[in-house]
Each structure stands twice: as structure tokens, then as C-alpha cells.
């Protein structure tokens, strides 16, 4: 069933299964991908041996290992959606995480407004005192309008 289910998802890109079949099959379909990367004619072997199918093999070797050449690993995304009808099975989608371009594109605008944020401490103590000297203009202010009247 993995064997059939890894070939299916290196051919479409994207399965839809419940989460127990698709964190089984991330196990043993994430090392065949880190093996693609590694082009010889011992890794289509030994590929092959757990794929069984020549399409799928072909189809690893040709375009999705360009694709994941530079990532370290992390190959597949697991996004839940929902429960089956039938048996109330909690249901997901797996992919290939370099195959989805409306995520792809969506990061790398998130990506550009993401900013850094210091500690907590260092930031008030720097209000803190930025704050006093305004208190005592003010305080300063205030008293001087008592006066004139």
C-alpha cells in the first residue's frame, strides 16, 4: 500500500488520505527523496526496489529532485481537512512542498514583512526613561497654568 501510495503522490504531486496513512507514508517516502538527490544508477535501484514502478522512478529522478536539490529535507506537508462521513476518519491532503505555488507565493510575501523584535527589558527601560522627562515637562506646564490664574 506505501509503495503504491509514494508512487501516486511522486506522479500527482498532492493525495488525499486520512493522517495515520499519510504520517506512514511521509516515513518512508522522505528517504526516497533525499536518495534522488544523489543521481546513480545504485540510488534508481534501490528506489526502484520500494516503488516497483518505472513512471514514478523516472519522475522522481527527472524533475522533482531538481526541485528539491537545494532543501534540506522537509519534502511533504500534511494540511488536515476534516473528518470522512462514513467513519468520521480524521482526512488530509500530502504534498510535495515545492509543488504548491499558492503557498509558495504567499510566504514569500509574508516572508518580506516579518521583522525582528528585541527583548522585552532593554525596550522599557529605554521608554521608561524616555517617558520621565515628558511626566516632568508636563508637571511643569500644569503648575505654571495654577500660577497665572
Do not use: W
Amino acid at each position: 500500500m506505501l509503495s503504491n501510495m509514494a508512487a501516486s503522490l511522486i506522479l500527482h504531486k498532492r493525495l488525499s488520505t486520512t493522517v495515520a496513512k499519510a504520517k506512514a507514508l511521509r516515513k518512508y517516502v522522505e528517504p526516497l527523496l533525499t536518495k534522488s538527490k544523489n543521481d546513480t544508477t545504485h540510488s534508481r535501484r534501490t528506489v526502484f526496489a520500494y516503488l516497483q514502478e518505472k513512471e514514478a522512478v523516472k519522475e522522481l529522478f527527472d524533475e522533482v529532485s531538481a526541485k528539491i536539490a537545494n532543501r534540506p529535507g522537509g519534502y511533504t506537508r500534511i494540511l488536515k481537512t476534516g473528518l470522512r462521513l462514513g467513519d468520521n476518519a480524521e482526512m488530509c491532503v500530502i504534498e510535495l512542498v515545492d509543488y504548491n505555488e499558492d503557498m509558495l507565493a504567499s510566504t514569500g510575501a509574508a516572508g518580506a514583512k516579518k521583522t525582528r523584535r528585541r527583548a522585552g527589558g532593554a525596550k522599557k527601560k529605554a521608554d521608561g526613561a524616555a517617558e520621565a522627562p515628558k511626566a516632568a515637562e508636563t508637571d511643569a506646564t500644569a503648575e505654571e497654568s495654577k500660577d497665572a490664574e
